[in-house]
C-alpha cells in the first residue's frame, strides 16, 4: 500500500457510544497541570450531570407507574396495546403492502387453477362415463341386476346393485338348513 492509500485509512480506535473517551486518549499527549485540572472538573460536573439525570428518570418512571396504575391499566393491557399498536405499525409499511397483494392475487390464481382442474376432471370423468367399455360395463350391470333383483324396483344406485348381486350369489351357493325336530 503506498502512502496515498494510507492516508484514506484510520488506523486510530474510533471511540463507541458510551465508551470511556479518557480511555482513547493516547499516553503520549502531555498536558498541562492546568489543563488536567480543566479536564477533571468538566469530569466531576458531567458525572453530576449523570447522577442527577438518573434521578429524575428513576422519579419520572415512578410517577408513571403511580399514574398507571391510578388509571387502572395493567402490564397485560399495556403489552395488548403494545401489541396492537405495533401490528397497526407492521400493516402500514409498503413492505406489508406489497407482500399482501402479492398473496391476494397468488390465492386469486390458485383458486382460478383449481377451477380449472375441477373442470378437467369432470370432462374427464364424463368421457369416462361415456367411453364404450364404460356402457358395456353399464349394460353388464343393468342384465346382473335384472337377473338378480327382479322383485325391486328399477333403479337404485350402483352399490345397491353390487350387494344384491353380491347376496343372490351368496345364497345361491348356501345349501337349506334341514329342517330339525324343533322347527316342526
Known amino acids: 500500500m503506498d502512502r496515498g492509500e494510507q492516508g484514506l485509512l484510520r488506523t486510530d480506535p ?4 458510551g465508551e470511556d473517551v479518557a480511555a482513547t486518549i493516547s499516553t503520549t499527549e502531555t498536558l498541562s497541570e492546568e489543563e488536567r485540572e480543566e479536564l477533571r472538573r468538566e469530569l ?4 453530576e450531570e449523570i447522577q442527577t439525570l438518573s434521578q429524575v428518570l428513576a422519579a419520572k418512571e ?3 407507574a403511580e399514574i398507571k396504575r391510578k388509571l387502572g391499566i395493567s402490564s397485560l393491557q399495556e403489552l395488548k396495546q403494545n401489541i396492537a399498536k405495533g401490528w397497526q405499525d407492521v400493516t402500514a409499511t409498503s413492505a406489508y403492502k ?3 397483494e402479492t398473496l391476494s392475487q ?3 390464481k390458485a383458486s382460478a387453477a383449481f377451477s380449472s382442474v375441477g ?4 370432462k374427464k370423468l364424463e368421457d369416462v362415463k361415456n367411453s364404450p367399455t364404460f356402457k358395456s360395463f353399464e349394460e353388464k350391470v343393468e342384465n346382473l341386476k ?3 333383483g327382479a322383485t325391486k324396483p328399477a333403479g337404485g344406485d350402483f352399490g345397491e346393485v353390487l350387494n344384491s348381486a ?10 337349506l338348513p334341514e329342517p330339525t325336530q324343533e322347527s316342526l
Open 98 to 100: 406489497k407482500t399482501s
Open 44 to 47: 466531576a460536573k458531567v458525572e
Open 106 to 108: 397468488a390465492g386469486q
Open 146 to 148: 335384472s337377473k338378480v
Open 62 to 64: 415512578k410517577h408513571l
Open 14 to 17: 474510533v471511540p463507541e457510544e
Open 166 to 175: 353380491a347376496n343372490a350369489s351368496a345364497t345361491a351357493t348356501e345349501p
Open 119 to 122: 373442470s378437467v376432471i369432470t
